[in-house]
């Protein structure tokens, strides 16, 4: 056991467990947020358990996640579009927060790691995840109103 | 198509080809020639993609 994987465990289970927690209950303005910040939880983790084990495959998952994550809460956006304009999520104090925790892990990667294309990667599964969630979250509290017809 | 144009053409696409290839570049976990290749290859086909996307937004 190191820190890394430590970090990874802290990461799953308590952060993704609390929001699989908020995927299944309570009312949908909270389960979209939850859905949302699942994937941004999840992607720092398998950053961390990557640098772990030392098996930079695992990096390729981050990834993916970091890009399909946020489309995926796109989905959401456009098909539960009238619900949430109802009762629109405002949750951005914990998706800033979220982004933090995934930018301090990123950081902490791209130290260990040291300057070489690994951590520009690195750098760029960081940049992909902080913005896909915010756009994901502008979407989900109504911010792109005049492209919902779309 | 102009001269004028399709300079400005050429010019976005390869744009496109070196963000795309220097993106290719960094995603992979080894460099040979193989790959390279294969990288410049996929930049093309995304830079032409792009720019055809570019388009169907914008409208120009």
């Known amino acids: ?19 699989l927690w908020g995927v299944a209950t309570g009312p949908l303005r909270r389960r979209v947020v939850a859905q949302n910040l699942s994937t941004a939880l999840a992607c720092p983790s398998l950053l961390l358990l ?3 084990y030392n098996r930079p495959s695992y990096v390729d998952l981050g990834l993916v996640l970091a890009l399909l994550g946020p489309v995926g809460t796109l989905v959401f956006a456009r098909l ?4 949430l304009a109802e009762d629109p999520p405002r949750a951005w104090g914990l998706t800033w927060t979220v982004a933090g925790l995934g930018a301090a892990a990123v950081t902490a990667l791209c130290v260990a790691t040291g300057p070489s294309r690994a951590m520009v ?3 760029v599964i960081g940049a992909l995840l902080i913005s896909g969630n915010a756009i994901a979250s502008r979407a989900l509290s109504g911010g792109f109103r005049g492209v919902r017809g779309g | 198509m102009t001269p004028r144009t399709a300079l400005l053409a050429a010019a976005e696409l390869l744009g496109w080809w070196v963000a795309l290839a220097l993106l290719w570049l960094v995603l992979i976990s080894t460099v040979d020639p193989l790959e390279l290749a ?3 290859g996929s930049a093309l086909v995304g830079a032409l993609a792009a720019r ?3 388009r169907a937004v914008t409208g120009s």
């Open chain 1, 121 to 123: 990667k690195l750098l």
């Open chain 2, 38 to 40: 294969v990288g410049a």
């Open chain 2, 52 to 54: 055809a996307a570019r």
């Open chain 1, 50 to 52: 990557s640098q772990a």
């Open chain 1, 1 to 19: 056991m190191n820190g890394w994987l430590l970090a990874a465990t802290v990461g799953l289970a308590g952060g993704l467990g609390a929001a």
């Open chain 1, 80 to 83: 539960l579009a009238d619900e």
